[in-house]
């Protein structure tokens, strides 16, 4: 597999117009940690394979210190693109091979699943990890880290193997290096290091001079009045190419891409998303084979959302108040951590996974603020489009691709529904590492004008009761206004910042109005979600398919409409005005459902639900766009969670009043109107200047 993966790397870059000789232009540092890590790594698994007792019984130290080294080179070479998925999966499989005392734990379970023997198996580096006498998991299956060892089957005719979690990242990341290394012209890399120098501390080699344009770009300052403005200054990193080389390069999504802090961040966006998908998967069948009851399954996924409906506003004021980057790593490890204990709740007691989900969303409430918060800090203006595109993107291939896979993967465990928790924990820690990998620029935080006003008064009373009470008494006075407080934490309360995020958005005509629409024209998507599937079933012709399939069918193509959807944006979206988008979106996404009233059979309404699907992301993404450029930072979370709020409480209201309107008056005249309420709600954008005109 990693061979593959190299290859791919290398045949992608050069059909993307890379030239080989961009490899020899890659400075890399402690080149020599990591060739001497990587030779100790094998070294030490032949000599063990030859019968050197001496290595053997070294082999925990010494696999442990080639890993090390390693894990050293790859850390402080991350500005590269692709390094840092090939640490998360050094840093994944050096930790299952230390907890298991120098050896690789594989699944045997797995080996029968990929259509090998046991026989085949036949690495020193490997232990093999059976199930108990019942098919269950060993006790000490959490404690020895094995969801981390190769326990995912590849039953590939031809690449038949059982894989790590770790392998895939780093193939992939060892892949995408190369290709990235291929297309980036040379002054690129330099000026990727000069960037990250910048934005974290650290000073590459290469002459200041190179980066005195970059510092002048992140710093604010105009070129004309840089000290060295008046000297030629050359620009390595904009070399003469071939045409077809620039071309890519020029291309947004490529141009995100060979950003190392977006591609990390977008994949291990992927990552989580799709271990998410199958943790859903999972969680649907567990509480199903353990109640036979649908409505215990419904109630599932109706405690995940009531976190976004309660908790929305709290959580963006705290993440107002956090550093982005680190509320993103720690909602990650405490996720992995909750999700660990889902299926051990679940035999315990099936009840206790209902309050497990809701912390499981209450944590993610915080998480998606601050992705949303720090993307304008990781990528420039001009990019937002394209990146917020690139992240929906990312979202829609792992319904797409994500659930197919978790189908089939949670069809392999049988039994040991377990697994597929642990593995999505594990997503969350790798999502984590690359986020932490990631240079963000600094946060200038300052007071906006409405926690600016809400201080002036509160200091102002504040004051009065200072006078007051010094007028009461005066030897008492000089030691009363030392010891108060005067910090801004002391002055702006929880609340008061709260109302400060409140008091913004509803004086910022723009996203007040964008988030009214958006609150009355997803009422829809409440009803869609609650009654598609009763509608697949009965209200159409599906042409000789059971209902969960003509279900299956209309859900794909929402989800390819997403992915089409997704790239026009990305494409396209900088060159039109963002409030139109919007319009246009709410419009298109509206008559699409609207018709399903009307659709009659299959065909049709697997064509208006991929119509929906390329709407919803017409207005999604430049909503999204729109709160980044027009909400001060310091600001960011508590928008963000006041529209969160906003919305999915519509989304919720809607989710409760669908099926019994569906009783009453029908599924598809239900999803028809709301539908039409919809396209009103885009309609009603072109009479408000605010949203027509953004």
Do not use: C
Request: net charge neutral; no cysteine; charged share 10%.
């Amino acid at each position: 597999m990693l061979i593959g993966a190299l290859v791919a790397g290398l045949v992608l870059g050069l059909l993307a117009g890379g030239r080989l000789d961009n490899l020899a232009s890659v400075r890399l540092r402690l080149v020599q940690a990591l060739f001497f890590g990587l030779f100790l790594r094998y070294a030490v698994q032949y000599a063990i394979e030859s019968g050197n007792d001496p290595a053997q019984a070294l082999r925990l130290p010494l696999f442990t210190l080639g890993f090390a080294l390693l894990l050293w080179a790859l850390w402080v070479n991350r500005s590269h693109p692709g390094i840092p998925l090939a640490f998360v999966g050094i840093l994944l499989n050096a930790t299952a091979m230390v907890i298991n005392g120098g050896y690789m734990p594989v699944w045997t379970p797995a080996i029968a699943a990929a259509g090998l023997a046991i026989s085949d198996v036949t690495s020193a580096f490997h232990v093999l990890v059976n199930p108990t006498a019942g098919g269950a998991l060993p006790a000490d299956f959490l404690i020895r880290a094995i969801p981390l060892g190769d326990i995912v089957p590849i039953p590939v005719p031809g690449l038949r193997n059982v894989a790590s979690l770790g392998d895939f990242f780093l193939a992939g990341g060892l892949a995408f290096f190369l290709f990235a290394s291929t297309v980036r012209a040379p002054g690129e890399h330099e000026h990727a290091e000069g960037l990250r120098g910048l934005l974290t501390g650290f000073r590459p080699a290469p002459s200041r001079r190179a980066f005195e344009p970059i510092e002048a770009e992140v710093m604010g300052v105009p070129l004309g009045e840089s000290a060295l403005a008046s000297q030629p200054i050359a620009e390595p990193w904009v070399p003469e190419t071939a045409p077809i080389l620039a071309r890519v390069r020029r291309h947004p999504y490529v141009r995100l891409a060979l950003d190392s802090s977006f591609s990390a961040l977008w994949t291990g966006q992927l990552v989580s998303l799709i271990g998410d998908r199958v943790h859903q998967v999972a969680l649907a069948f567990l509480v199903l084979r353990a109640t036979e009851s649908p409505i215990a399954v419904g109630g599932v996924f109706l405690v995940s959302t009531l976190p976004n409906l309660l908790f929305g506003p709290i959580a963006g004021t705290l993440v107002d108040r956090w550093d982005h980057r680190e509320v993103m790593i720690v909602s990650d490890l405490l996720r992995a951590g909750v999700v660990l204990l889902i299926p051990i709740a679940a035999v315990t007691n099936l009840a206790l996974v209902y309050p497990l989900v809701f912390l499981v969303t209450t944590v993610s409430i915080f998480f998606r603020p601050a992705k949303v918060a720090i993307l304008p800090r990781i990528v420039s203006n001009d990019d937002l489009i394209p990146a917020n595109s690139a992240l929906w993107i990312a979202e829609t291939f792992a319904d797409i691709g994500g659930f197919a896979l978790a189908g089939l993967f949670v069809a392999l465990l049988g039994s040991q529904l377990p697994l597929a928790f642990w593995v999505d924990a594990m997503t969350y820690v790798a999502s984590a590492v690359l986020i932490a990998s990631i240079a963000v620029a600094p946060l200038v935080r300052g007071l906006s004008r409405a926690e600016a006003e809400a201080a002036e008064a509160e200091a102002k009373v504040e004051a009065d009761g200072r006078a007051w009470q010094d007028a009461r008494q005066p030897a008492q006075g000089v030691d009363a206004a030392v010891s108060k407080p005067t910090s801004p934490g002391g002055m702006r309360g929880f609340f008061g910042e709260m109302q400060a995020g409140w008091q913004f958005l509803r004086h910022e005509p723009v996203l007040l109005a964008n988030t009214l629409q958006a609150a009355v024209a997803q009422l829809m998507l409440g009803v869609f979600l609650a009654l598609t599937a009763v509608y697949a079933d009965s209200s159409i012709d599906r042409w000789g398919f059971d209902g969960s399939t003509a279900y299956s069918f209309m859900e794909g193509a929402i989800g390819a409409g997403n992915l089409i959807g997704g790239f026009a944006i990305g494409l396209l979206g900088s060159r039109l005005a963002l409030g139109k988008m919007v319009i246009a979106g709410y419009v298109a996404t509206g008559l699409a459902v609207a018709g399903l009233a009307v659709a009659g059979n299959l065909g049709v309404a697997i064509g208006l639900a991929f119509g929906a699907g390329v709407g919803n992301l017409a207005f999604v993404i430049p909503s999204q766009t729109l709160v980044q450029r027009r909400t001060p930072p310091e600001l960011m979370g508590r928008v963000l969670g006041l529209r969160f709020s906003l919305v999915f409480g519509s989304m919720t209201l809607a989710m409760g009043v669908g099926g019994v309107l569906g009783q009453v008056f029908g599924v598809a005249p239900v999803i028809g109107a709301f539908g039409l309420i919809t396209v009103v709600a885009g309609l009603a954008g072109l009479l408000t200047p605010a949203v027509r005109d953004a």
